[in-house]
């Protein structure tokens, strides 16, 4: 058994080396013909017309054939290159076109940038001078103070202000002034919000609609005994007219006061007092919480008047002229 194994083996081994060197043989021998085919020579003559002497040359197939694949690589190459250019060109027409539309943009962006950087230099007094009013103060520079971040990040543009358009520092600084506005408004709204609940809880209105006969201060008696002092104003209107509370408080009288007649009198908040005088009648009692515009009594003529009207004063401590509190008509 192990002998007739070892018989195949050899003669597979004899039939693979016999079909390797017949393949071997036939390849050489193509190899050979190519060659020799190759290096056959082909003659060209170039003829003149004139009878001159004709030349001639010899050159071999496998010299053409190079010659023609050279051509050929050329060509390939050539037509290659034509496309890519063509190509490249037809980018940097488009990049052209992209870039100069960029840059319109960026021209209006700045145009844009400094209007309104221009408008925040105005918009700047008017936010010093409020601050001067709501703080009490004209060191206006503190406004403008970048706090510590703010500072770092402006530092660190800094470092890079040679690769960065002007106007990223432009933006910046718009930035930082809008903050600084924004927190000034805010300083103002709250003045506003604290100076307009003062007012609500001061007086404020005009007690009755009417014509003034007589202001605050020093007069000629309207009773001919030379000159007094007037402690209020007085507002000259129909009998009847209702007479109105110029801010809330507690009415501390209601009722008969010597010459003032029938005299309604109210406290109110920060030590302000009101006084309503010569009514024809009280609409409310002491004790009573009374709002801003609420009726408290009606225009008369009692106590020592001259005719129908309402004799108005307010207090701090002592009578204070009226006047510049009776800006407001409820």
């Not at 085919?37 to 004139?50: D, L, Q, S, V």
């Not at 910046?172 to 103002?188: A, H, W």
Request: glycine share 8%; hydrophobic share 35%.
């Amino acid at each position: 058994m192990k002998t007739t194994i070892k018989q195949y083996q050899s003669r597979f081994r004899l039939k693979l080396f016999e079909n390797y060197y017949v393949s071997k043989k036939r390849f050489l021998k193509l190899w050979d013909g190519f060659i020799e085919k190759g290096h056959e020579k082909m003659t060209i003559m170039f003829i003149p017309h004139n009878e001159r002497k004709i030349f001639n040359f010899q050159i071999s197939k496998f010299t053409i054939s190079f010659f023609f694949l050279l051509f050929v690589v050329v060509l390939v190459t050539s037509s290659y290159a034509l496309i890519r250019h063509a190509g490249v060109k037809r980018e940097e027409q488009r990049l052209l076109m992209t870039y100069e539309d960029i840059r319109s943009h960026l021209l209006r962006f700045e145009k844009l940038t400094n209007s309104v950087a221009e408008l925040g230099d105005e918009i700047k007094p008017d936010v010093e001078e409020l601050y001067e009013l709501t703080a009490g103060s004209d060191d206006v520079n503190q406004i403008w103070d970048l706090d510590e971040m703010d500072k770092k990040d402006y530092d660190e543009l800094k470092k890079i202000q040679n690769i960065l358009p002007e106007e990223i520092f432009t933006i910046k600084n718009l930035q930082k002034d809008i903050v600084c506005m924004t927190n000034t408004i805010k300083t103002v709204k709250n003045f506003i919000d604290v100076r307009s609940k003062v007012v609500r809880d001061t007086p404020s209105l005009v007690p009755c609609p009417g014509h003034i006969t007589s202001l605050f201060g020093w007069r000629r008696s309207p009773f001919g005994h030379g000159r007094d002092f007037h402690s209020g104003i007085d507002i000259a209107a129909p009998p009847g007219m209702e007479i109105r509370a110029t801010a809330p408080g507690t009415v501390i009288s209601a009722g008969w006061s010597g010459g003032y007649g029938i005299m309604i009198r109210i406290q109110h908040k920060y030590g302000f007092e009101s006084v309503y005088g010569h009514c024809k009648a009280a609409a409310v009692v002491p004790g009573q919480q009374v709002r801003k515009g609420e009726v408290v009594a009606y225009v008369g003529q009692t106590g020592n008047a001259t005719g129908n009207h309402c004799h108005y004063e307010i207090r701090l401590g002592i009578p204070i002229n009226p006047y510049p509190y009776m800006s407001r008509i409820w």
